[in-house]
Each structure stands twice: as C-alpha cells, then as structure tokens.
C-alpha cells in the first residue's frame, strides 16, 4: 500500500525545484540563492542583500514580501528575473519564487 502525502508533502512535491515552506526566515534567504544557483544564474549580492540578507521586513502576521531581482549569467546581466514573494504567518514562511 502506498503512502498517503499530507497536504504540506504534496505542496511541496508539486513545486520540487524549491523548498516552500520554512520555519525560519534564514532558511528562505538560503533557498532563493540556491534556486537562482541551481538554474545556473548568479545574483548581484548587493542588490540581493538589500532585498532579503539586510532587510528589517520580514513579512509576518499574513504580510508578504515581494521582490524582483537582476538575474546574472557569466556576469552578464540577463534579461529575465527572479520573482520572490515570501508570505509570513505566525513566525512560519511560504516562499514562492520563479523566473520571468
């Protein structure tokens, strides 16, 4: 007999490129680099420490955070770009991320 995905386990195979849930907001800032890594693109590390690494908002209490960050390959910037939208809810994060 097969097992049964909870409602968390199927989100999460359903977006198998990244992680989307996490319990703590150094948790998602890792992700959205070892995302953008994963796809062979780099991150301007200013632009990007601004964004999440510095930042005093971490969205919680149903806020979200969104962002679009520059997208680097060979350190050429690139045409498209990583869309972030991070939503916090009683200290727990749900990271949705893409590139356009």
Same mark, same amino acid.
């Given at each position: ?12 195979? %359903?977006?198998? =490129? ?11 800032? &890792?992700? #959205?680099?070892? !995302? ?14 601004? %964004?999440?690494? =510095? ?11 969104? &962002?679009? #960050?520059?997208? !680097? ?28």
């Amino acid at each position: 007999m097969g097992h049964i995905l909870s409602r968390k386990e199927f989100l999460n195979e %359903a977006k198998s =490129d990244y992680k989307v849930y996490h319990k703590r907001y150094s948790e998602v800032i &890792d992700e #959205i680099e070892n !995302y953008a890594t994963s796809l062979g693109y780099e991150l301007d590390q200013q632009e990007y420490g601004t %964004a999440y690494v =510095d930042a005093f908002f971490k969205p919680d209490g149903g806020d979200t955070k969104s &962002d679009t #960050i520059t997208l !680097y390959k060979d350190g050429k910037k690139q045409r498209k770009a990583l869309q972030v939208q991070i939503h916090g809810e009683n200290g727990k994060f749900e990271l949705n991320i893409y590139v356009n």
